[in-house]
């Protein structure tokens, strides 16, 4: 009777679950790969689904509700390119004008910038990391984060269920005790409330005042930034700004938070302190690493992830890549697009558009190099060029499109970063940003080899097919 009971179960859950795939907006063979396993091999099949299969969860948007407020919309003039206006269409705030930025190109200047930040602050501290180090890097922040507690400024450290495992419990200890608080993103033990095994907050975020922030793609620990150089660290890059956009970001930040805390936290009613901003200027410049502060800078906030009701990123992502005339820059580290990227890629170099794309030459995860063949042949084929560096691990992120817009954020781009992750992106408008990050690349290029990859063996392509598809799980 007992196994009768848990065979009916079984079967009725499985029926439940081949719904739910079917109405998920995935990619064809996504789709029938899990409906194999589901159907095919249930016992197998159900509970990787539900560690691994959710994607768009209705209960992150039902819960989280919509990130911003629809009735902010953009005026003609502060919609430049079809991307831009796609986002807003789908109910992201425009772009804002005004913001003065810092572009950090070096672990060591982002450090100190973060740290002269954090060190600025009167009122609040708020801070969402994928990754605290156990190291000189995350005790420096952890340090800093429960003086500036003691002192009563308010310290929210948002850290993710999985990247901060190590660092969540006894490592944050002191900011607790200091008064800060601390909270876990999505724990990945089931036994958890709001739990997830798959889905990761990938969103690095620092909101100083309301009126100050960092965005980018560097994790707060010694593989990314520090007080001096190592031989280990990876190439990455962060947005340093104060002004309006602090306010979207931060805006995002509360969202995770309250999600997380079951706390509700809101912004202030107007936008505070923007005539006080100069006081962060100084902060968040470094002119001797070649990070200049940039005035009147408009730039545009867009989160994505299982929380966004649609996949907007991917579509301001494409329609970006075929609105561009002239070029399209790309630096990533993990190269692993699904088909209508690769071969939008591939369609605008076959049409004459100047289409790079830099990576690696290895990264930290040989299955994403692997993963990342097909796709960078199926581009070169069509005239696009590839640069590998070979110098050490390039982990920024960084797209640019003609001389109109620049892309900068947490996203790589792959499937997990796109379709899985929760991320943050800055869409950057003004020409001198866009001349800083070109001056930048060109001088990654000169860097790098030139590569054409070739075709492979057959143990070699089953190989990068293999790690192409379970490449979300990466």
Same mark, same amino acid.
């Given at each position: 009777?007992?196994?009768?009971?848990?065979?009916?179960?079984?079967?009725?859950?499985?029926?439940?679950?081949?719904?739910?795939?079917?109405?998920?907006?995935?990619?064809?063979?996504?789709?029938?790969?899990?409906?194999?396993?589901?159907?095919?091999?249930?016992?197998?099949?159900?509970?990787?689904?539900?560690?691994? =299969?959710?994607?768009?969860?209705?209960?992150?948007?039902?819960?989280?509700?919509?990130?911003?407020?629809?009735?902010?919309?953009?005026?003609?003039?502060?919609?430049?390119?079809?991307?831009?206006?796609?986002?807003?269409?789908?109910?992201?705030?425009?772009?804002?004008?005004?913001?003065?930025?810092?572009?950090?190109?070096?672990?060591?200047?982002?450090?100190?910038?973060?740290?002269?930040?954090?060190?600025?602050?009167?009122?609040?501290?708020?801070?969402?990391?994928?990754?605290?180090?156990?190291?000189?890097?995350?005790?420096?922040?952890?340090?800093?984060?429960?003086?500036?507690?003691?002192?009563?400024?308010?310290?929210?450290?948002?850290? !993710?269920?999985?990247?901060?495992?190590?660092?969540?419990?006894?490592?944050?200890?002191?900011?607790?005790?200091?008064?800060?608080?601390? =909270?876990?993103?999505?724990?990945?033990?089931?036994?958890?409330?709001?739990?997830?095994?798959?889905?990761?907050?990938?969103?690095?975020?620092?909101?100083?005042?309301?009126?100050?922030?960092?965005?980018?793609?560097?994790?707060?620990?010694?593989?990314?930034?520090?007080?001096?150089?190592?031989?280990?660290?990876? $190439? !990455?890059?962060?947005?340093?700004?104060?002004?309006?956009?602090?306010?979207?970001?931060?805006?995002?930040?509360?969202?995770?938070?309250?999600?997380?805390?079951?706390?509700?936290?809101?912004?202030?009613?107007?936008?505070?302190?923007? =005539?006080?901003?100069?006081?962060?200027?100084?902060?968040?410049?470094?002119?001797?690493?070649?990070?200049?502060?940039?005035?009147?800078?408009?730039?545009?906030?867009?989160?994505?992830?299982?929380?966004?009701?649609?996949?907007?990123?991917?579509?301001?992502?494409?329609?970006?890549?075929?609105?561009?005339?002239?070029?399209?820059?790309?630096?990533?580290?993990?190269?692993?697009? !699904?088909?209508?990227?690769?071969?939008?890629?591939?369609?605008?170099?076959?049409?004459?558009?100047?289409?790079?794309?830099?990576?690696?030459?290895?990264?930290?995860?040989?299955?994403?190099?692997?993963?990342?063949?097909?796709?960078?042949?199926?581009?070169?084929?069509? =005239?696009?060029?590839?640069?590998?560096?070979?110098?050490?691990?390039?982990?920024?992120?960084?797209?640019?499109?003609?001389?109109?817009?620049? $892309?900068?954020?947490?996203?790589?781009?792959?499937?997990?970063?796109?379709?899985?992750?929760?991320?943050?992106?800055?869409?950057?408008?003004?020409?001198?940003?866009?001349?800083?990050?070109?001056?930048?690349?060109?001088?990654?290029?000169?860097?790098?080899?030139?590569?054409?990859?070739?075709?492979?063996?057959?143990?070699?392509?089953?190989?990068?097919?293999?790690?192409?598809?379970?490449?979300?799980?990466?």
């Amino acid at each position: 009777m007992y196994e009768h009971f848990l065979t009916v179960a079984g079967f009725l859950l499985a029926l439940l679950l081949v719904a739910r795939v079917l109405q998920e907006k995935r990619q064809p063979g996504s789709t029938l790969a899990w409906l194999l396993a589901i159907v095919l091999i249930p016992y197998l099949g159900v509970p990787l689904y539900l560690l691994l =299969g959710g994607r768009k969860l209705n209960r992150f948007i039902q819960i989280k509700g919509k990130l911003y407020d629809e009735s902010d919309t953009s005026s003609p003039e502060l919609a430049p390119n079809a991307a831009t206006r796609i986002v807003i269409a789908a109910g992201m705030p425009p772009p804002r004008k005004g913001n003065r930025t810092a572009l950090h190109h070096s672990g060591e200047s982002a450090f100190h910038a973060l740290m002269a930040l954090c060190a600025s602050a009167r009122e609040c501290i708020h801070i969402s990391t994928f990754i605290l180090g156990r190291d000189e890097t995350g005790r420096a922040l952890i340090e800093m984060l429960s003086r500036k507690a003691r002192e009563g400024v308010e310290v929210r450290l948002l850290l !993710d269920g999985l990247g901060c495992i190590w660092s969540s419990g006894r490592f944050s200890q002191p900011l607790r005790d200091a008064g800060g608080q601390v =909270g876990r993103f999505l724990p990945v033990l089931p036994l958890q409330w709001r739990w997830s095994a798959n889905l990761r907050n990938h969103r690095k975020i620092v909101v100083v005042d309301h009126c100050a922030a960092m965005v980018g793609g560097m994790n707060l620990a010694t593989s990314f930034m520090g007080p001096t150089p190592t031989r280990t660290r990876f $190439i !990455d890059s962060a947005v340093f700004l104060c002004g309006r956009a602090a306010a979207d970001i931060e805006e995002v930040f509360f969202d995770d938070w309250n999600y997380a805390t079951h706390e509700q936290l809101t912004l202030p009613d107007a936008d505070p302190h923007l =005539g006080d901003t100069a006081r962060f200027a100084g902060a968040i410049a470094a002119p001797e690493a070649n990070a200049p502060l940039l005035e009147n800078s408009t730039i545009q906030v867009i989160p994505s992830g299982p929380d966004v009701a649609e996949d907007t990123f991917h579509d301001a992502l494409i329609t970006a890549i075929m609105d561009a005339r002239e070029r399209i820059w790309v630096v990533t580290p993990y190269f692993v697009p !699904d088909e209508s990227l690769t071969k939008a890629l591939a369609l605008k170099a076959r049409a004459g558009c100047d289409v790079r794309v830099l990576v690696p030459l290895r990264s930290n995860h040989p299955t994403a190099d692997l993963a990342r063949g097909p796709a960078l042949r199926e581009i070169v084929a069509a =005239g696009a060029t590839i640069y590998a560096y070979p110098s050490g691990m390039v982990h920024a992120k960084l797209m640019i499109f003609d001389a109109t817009m620049a $892309i900068t954020g947490s996203p790589n781009l792959d499937m997990r970063s796109i379709y899985l992750n929760f991320e943050i992106a800055l869409f950057h408008h003004s020409r001198h940003e866009l001349e800083a990050y070109e001056s930048w690349v060109r001088t990654m290029q000169r860097s790098s080899h030139i590569i054409k990859p070739e075709l492979v063996s057959k143990s070699r392509a089953w190989a990068e097919n293999f790690c192409r598809l379970i490449s979300p799980l990466l």
